[in-house]
Every structure is written in C-alpha cells, then in structure tokens.
C-alpha cells in the first residue's frame, strides 16, 4: 500500500508524453481486454503528445480532465484518470475513464486518485454528477467505483465496442449532493 503523501494526482501536460508512452506501452496487452482496439500508432510518442495537446485544450476550455496518478519519491507516472464528455446547462455531467498500470493494481492507488478526481470535479470543475461504466467481469474498477461511493445504477446492453466487441456496461454514478 502506498501512503497517500506518496500518491500525486495532477493534470497531465504534454511534457509528461515520454512516461505516458512508456506506460502505455508497457501495459497495452493487459489494458487491451478493456479498450478499444487502437491502431499501432496510438501507442508512439508523436500520438501521446497530441493526445496530450487536446487534453491541456480540453482541460482549459472545461470539456475534459485528464489527471496522471504519480507515486513514489520519483513521481513515476503509474495510471491516467479522465473526466470526459463534459456536459453543462441542466445536466453537469462527466464520464470518469481511469487505468492503472498492471504492476501498481490491488495497492490503493486508483482508489486514491479516484477520490481527488471527484473531488475536483464537484469543488472545482462544478458538476453535479460524475458517471463510469464498467464491463460487468471487471471487479477491480467495480470496486474502485464502490469504495468511492458510487451507486450502481443499471446494465446498459452493448454499451461500448472494447477489444472488436460490443460489451455490457454496469452504470455507476455519484451526485455532488452525496
């Protein structure tokens, strides 16, 4: 377990595209069970970068947070936390996406970002609602959203493609109120 003075969540800038690269690369056949499939270029340095780039746009303009999990005294990046598919007027919505590196899984550590995630959402980015969905055999990410406080709100059928097929979902969600 990592002590949470050793867990550093912050927004990802574009300087941060060599470890993001790395990471992804180290942990793409892990990772592919529960992702889109991704052509190779997603995972080369030039494509981090722009991913990078529309993040920080996106991250100003208040249509997404992309925050990077660092741990240790080296601030290794480990994982990514997003808050995607931003949506104001009635509805002060987001999506919630997080991966953690396979090395780092069963310590904590998303259980931890996804509490200053939230956090961040409901005082600083304003929303009132922040909603994940989960492929039903996922346990680990099921328990993240619970230890967090998420409720479980429904089974949306062939909700997203992940890995060339399209998978079941499990609704979570939790209010600014809760």
Known sequence: MFAPSEILVRPLCVNDAPALTSLRQKNQHFLQPFEPIRPASFYTLESQYEQLE??????QA?????????????????????????????????TLGYFLDQ???????????????????????KLHRVQAAVMPRNKGSIKVLEKNRFRQEGLSLRYLQINGKWEDHLIFAITADE
């Open 54 to 59: 529309e993040a920080e746009r996106s991250f």
């Open 62 to 94: 208040g249509t997404g947070y992309s925050f990077g999990i660092f741990v240790g005294p080296d601030q290794t990046l480990v994982g990514r936390v997003n808050l995607s598919n931003v949506v104001r007027g009635a509805w002060q919505n987001a």
């Open 103 to 125: 090395s780092y899984n069963g310590k904590g550590i998303m259980t931890r970002a996804v509490v200053e995630v939230v956090r961040f959402a409901f005082a600083d980015a």
